[in-house]
Every structure is written in structure tokens, then in C-alpha cells.
């Protein structure tokens, strides 16, 4: 089992940067690939971002790609997602999510485990 919790989030302007971070318990982490996914009020969830068990390979979503960078400090059980540049259609709910392999994935069922979400909101 992988316990995975997101923080980070708030209220910020457009325009403006968050950083959120995932912290994982339980089970090895360091050979997992990762995955941020988000929310939006009367959405679907959606892809973000995701990157590899060695953090060598990542993948984005084209409407983050230049403005969004997914990371992870495997000595400290954590992947994060710094956000710059922020759009109010940035407001959501974010969520991270661990593979049992090591691998990028874009697709949700491809992930066994899932925090609770951390929620972000961006002014106009």
C-alpha cells in the first residue's frame, strides 16, 4: 500500500506561482512512476503531468507545457509540481497518483494509488 498526500494548494492570482508537493508513505517509492492529474469545477479529472521512477522522463499536458514542472526528491519520498504562470482555468483540484511500475503514464487507470487532493484556485 502507498499513502499519498498533496499540499500545497491555495488561492493565488493569475499570474501568479504555487508549488505543490506529494508526500508518499508505505511502500518503495523510488521505483514508481508518478502522475499529477486535477479537477476542475464540473469537470472530468484530467492529466497533467507525470514523470519516471528516475525523474529522466516526463510528460505534460499541452496546456500546462512551459508553465508547469513536474520534479521528485526520491530521498525524500516526494514529487512535486511547480506552477507558474497560473490561469483561472488552472482552478482545480489536484491530485497525485503513483504506478506500480516505473514508467510515465498519461492515462488514469494506468495509476493504483491516489491521494486526496489538494484544491487551487486562480483569481482573474
Known amino acids: 500500500q502507498v499513502m499519498l498526500v498533496e499540499s500545497g494548494g491555495g488561492l493565488v492570482q493569475a499570474g501568479g506561482s504555487l508549488r505543490l508537493s506529494c508526500s508518499a508513505s508505505?511502500?518503495?517509492?523510488?521505483?514508481?512512476?508518478m502522475g499529477w492529474f486535477r479537477q476542475g469545477p464540473g469537470k472530468e479529472r484530467e492529466f497533467v503531468a507525470t514523470i519516471s521512477w528516475s525523474g529522466e522522463t516526463t510528460d505534460y499536458t499541452d496546456s500546462v507545457k512551459g508553465r508547469f514542472t513536474i520534479s521528485r526528491d526520491n530521498a525524500k519520498n516526494t514529487v512535486y509540481l511547480q506552477m507558474n504562470d497560473l490561469k483561472p482555468e488552472d482552478t482545480a483540484v489536484y491530485y497525485c497518483a503513483a504506478r506500480l511500475t516505473g514508467t510515465i503514464a498519461t492515462r488514469q487507470k494506468a495509476y493504483s494509488y491516489w491521494g486526496q487532493g489538494t484544491e487551487v484556485t486562480v483569481s482573474s
Open positions: 508505505g511502500r518503495t517509492f523510488s521505483n514508481r512512476g
